[in-house]
């Protein structure tokens, strides 16, 4: 697995609790701050770098370890974030922290939060000075966003996922069509606005797409308004010599008794128009078009490869369809 290495400087603790959302969502990570840096730090694979601004400055403390860890470091992906009030000037502060370490080195500003009761006296003279000469307010702020965080950790994430040691791509697709085929359950991830539901579900895997049939329920009133999902499929077994599983985002549609694909994908399930005619009630298919399957699987590491391995599907539309009913 990847290791993330956060470094960053923080007086008054929004750094702080960026960092360790970042650290979070990269992980298996490791915050320090620059002082608390050791030698073995060094070989994890990902360096982020966070310092708050004051006075139009980067912290001293994230500078100096910058400036002496450069020559390791431009051989490492990493990249860098400020925190602060001024978010569109944000970026050209960390310019000079790109000059050590390459202008391609990815660096994001995110906004900082000013407690004023917090503030020590001396912030508070430079802050009052600041505020006369200008007409910039002394008063409490808060631009922090962790939406706005979260998205940059996870594009991090998603870009470095593919320098680990990676299986072939079309081993991996057939490795992850195998798992989904030789397994029946798993928990669909459905959600919209602050409601969120994992409903555990039989599903059919054929022609690259996901079936799941309903008669109906509250995953779709999230469906019908968000159509993102997760599948989780796994074995029970989570020891690290046999520990497998998938989670496979995708796109679903609602396939209503009325819907083109309809009858073909209860077919699959083995219900014919004759079988049909019987029910009472509407049998409803959520048919997924797999995005992306994160599959861990523990004999990847036997052949010298990572256990986490990411596959993004190709575009719909590029996919072999359904035969269609005469
Ligand atoms: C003394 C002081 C000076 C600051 N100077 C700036 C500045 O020049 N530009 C800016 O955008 N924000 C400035 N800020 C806002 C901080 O960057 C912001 O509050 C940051 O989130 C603080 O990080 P911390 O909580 O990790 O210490 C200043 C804050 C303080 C306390």
């Not at 008054?12 to 298996?28: F, H, M, S």
């Not at 974030?81 to 660096?107: H, M, W």
């Not at 593919?162 to 791509?169: A, K, N």
């Not at 989570?238 to 819907?259: D, F, H, M, V």
Request: hydrophobic share 40%.
């Amino acid at each position: 697995m990847q290791r993330t290495c956060v470094i960053y400087e923080s007086k008054y603790g929004t750094t702080e609790e960026i960092a360790g959302a970042i650290a979070l969502v990269l992980g298996p990570a490791r915050t320090c701050r620059p002082e608390e840096f050791t030698d073995d730090l060094t070989s994890f694979d990902l360096f982020v770098i966070g310092t708050p601004i004051y006075n139009g400055n980067i912290a001293p403390s994230v500078r100096r370890f910058v400036e002496t860890n450069a020559r390791w470091l431009k051989k490492k992906p990493v990249a860098l974030f400020c925190t602060c009030l001024n978010i569109p000037k944000g970026r050209s502060y960390l310019a000079e922290l790109q000059d050590y370490l390459g202008k391609d080195v990815p660096a994001v500003a995110f906004g900082g939060r000013l407690d004023t009761a917090k503030l020590d006296r001396d912030d508070r003279t430079a802050l009052t000075l600041y505020a006369r000469k200008t007409d910039f307010v002394l008063e409490d702020r808060d631009l922090t966003s962790m939406r706005a965080v979260a998205a940059f950790a996870l594009a991090l994430r998603e870009k470095n996922e593919c320098l680990e040691g990676r299986v072939p791509e079309d081993e991996l697709l057939t490795g992850i069509e195998t798992f989904l085929r030789s397994h029946r359950t798993g928990v669909l991830a459905t959600g919209h606005g602050d409601r969120v539901r994992a409903t555990p579900i039989d599903y059919i895997y054929a022609n690259g797409m996901v079936y799941i049939y309903s008669e109906g329920g509250e995953k779709f009133a999230h469906l019908i308004q968000n159509p993102a999902t997760a599948l989780a499929i796994y074995n029970d077994d989570t020891s690290p010599e046999e520990i497998r599983g998938l989670q496979l985002s995708g796109r679903a549609e609602i396939l209503r008794p009325e819907s083109p694909g309809h009858r073909e994908a209860l077919l699959l399930r083995g219900i014919d128009m004759e079988r049909l005619a019987g029910f009472t009630i509407e049998m409803n298919v959520i048919r997924i078009t797999p995005i992306k399957a994160e599959y861990l699987n523990a004999a990847f590491k036997k052949e010298g490869c990572a256990i986490r391995q990411v596959y993004r599907f190709p575009l719909k539309g590029s996919r072999v369809p359904l035969p269609q009913m005469p």
